[in-house]
């Protein structure tokens, strides 16, 4: 059967490559005698491992970090297994398996990821201490235990939960993750996030795990001068119409025309991320003008005011704000959130 070429879609979502590649080349040198690795979980935080792990492989970074292990596969067409975190670590002899089978690394969580790795057979693991965040890791007090004695462990980490504040609790999880690594065996010791790197050369030890500022969040004002933006989102224009006063727009008319308006539907609604919470007071653009959006967002539309852009039409396309940090102001989403929310049908990369 003769395959049918697939028409181009309506949305695009570009990947500044460049700005990715100088985001963790910054991240590394702030970094300081410490070497940065990056966080490619979730998508690459929504924006693609095919686009972007072989971007910041080439850029130098040899340390990877997802969340699950369905992730590593996608990673790992791209870079050694070998070079991959996998930071929920092993729940079952399966996960233990699939560890030892693709080479990708577990870090070990608790005394029963312990000793159940061990159980496998043992080989290079991580070791995540909780320090205060109180999500995953060992122990302080349970650094002594025999499991722990047992393993092969490269990374020793943890992970800051303020990072992104000026706080004291910032140095007592470095004085506390050196107390681990006074008591615990290990190769190396990694502690920052993004934010992190930004505290300082105490908080780098051996490797730093940057992820939002590699794809052009600025989680402190400190990194604002050496992070770029990354994504840039444009959906084109599927309709215009006229509107007479009164006739409302979308959803529940939430929008009554004061006047006579032309308008444009867009092809870009929340199952694409562009969440609802977006809609009032926000806009789109083309070529710098301001083009409000009208009513609720739907989940594949949204309606603009064109009164600025008279001379659009259907086809021509629209930018979309996407970037994270003013976003993020304006909203109550996080900038981690509107990276990760990104749908399916945006991820048509340009």
Known sequence: MTEIALPPPSLR??????????????LDRLSGAAAAGAAVKADCYGLGVDTCVSVLRDAGCTNFFVAHWSEV???????????????HGPLSEADCAYAKASGAVPVINSLEQAALWSASGGGRCHLMVDTGINRLGIALAEAGDPRIAALDIDILMSHLASADEKTAMNRMQAELLEEAAEAIPHQRVSLANSAGIALGASFAFDLTRPGLALYGGIPRSELADHIQPVAQVQAQVLQTRHLAPGEGV?????????????VGTVSIGYADGF??????????????????????????????????????????WVDVPWDINDCAQQNTLSPYELLTVIGGRLRHRG
Do not use: C
Not at 250 to 262: K, L, V
Not at 281 to 296: D, E, S, T
């Open 275 to 316: 969440l609802r919470l977006r809609g009032p007071g926000n806009a789109l653009f083309a070529q710098g003008r301001r083009l409000p959006i009208l009513g609720k967002v739907s989940m594949d539309m949204v309606v603009i005011d064109l009164a600025e852009a008279p001379d659009l039409a259907a086809g021509d």
């Open 250 to 262: 979308g959803y529940n008319a939430t929008f009554m025309a004061p006047t006579h308006m032309r």
């Open 73 to 87: 596969a996608a990673v790992a067409a791209h870079v050694p297994a070998a070079q991959i975190a996998v930071l």
């Open 13 to 26: 979502l570009t990947v500044d490559r460049a700005a990715l590649a100088a985001n963790w080349q910054a």
